[in-house]
């Protein structure tokens, strides 16, 4: 299985919450760490330090969205909070749609959500890359 993740965090949110957001959200379809071929969000998070740490320690591929082109996805869980935050409905689930270059059909993780225990949070969306 080749997938993409889409990946969206609080502001200074540490790398173990979002690696654990990660390994539970593959654990629900299925995924494993090496099942991953690239990992996508905003690019308001291309400096947002336990985010590419994460990507780093797995040397995954990176891809970062404008907030324009994010909002141009489809997707089955918009919001209007991360509308006002980011200037998109959508980071998680409309970035690993991107990166896959699939439709919400591809999507097989929807928004997977922790909270750290600093109360931070991390989402996680996996899309299948189409054959």
Not at 11 to 35: H, V, Y
Not at 87 to 98: D, I, K, N, Q, R
Request: proline share 6%.
């Amino acid at each position: 299985m080749k997938i993409t993740l889409g990946l969206g965090c609080d502001r200074n949110t540490p790398a173990t919450t979002i690696e654990q957001c990660i390994a539970e959200a593959l654990a629900l379809c299925g995924g494993r760490f090496s099942d991953v071929w690239a990992a996508a969000s905003i690019d308001l998070k291309a400096n947002e330090t336990g985010l590419l740490h994460v990507i780093e320690a797995h040397r995954w591929p990176c891809l970062f969205y404008p907030a324009v082109a994010l909002a141009a996805v489809d997707v089955p869980n918009p919001s209007e909070t991360v509308r006002q935050y980011t200037g998109t409905p959508s980071v998680s689930e409309a970035a690993a749609l991107l990166a896959a270059n699939a439709d919400a059909t591809h999507l097989i993780i929807e928004k997977h959500k922790l909270r750290g225990p600093d109360g931070r949070n991390a989402t996680v969306s996996i899309a299948r890359i189409p054959e």
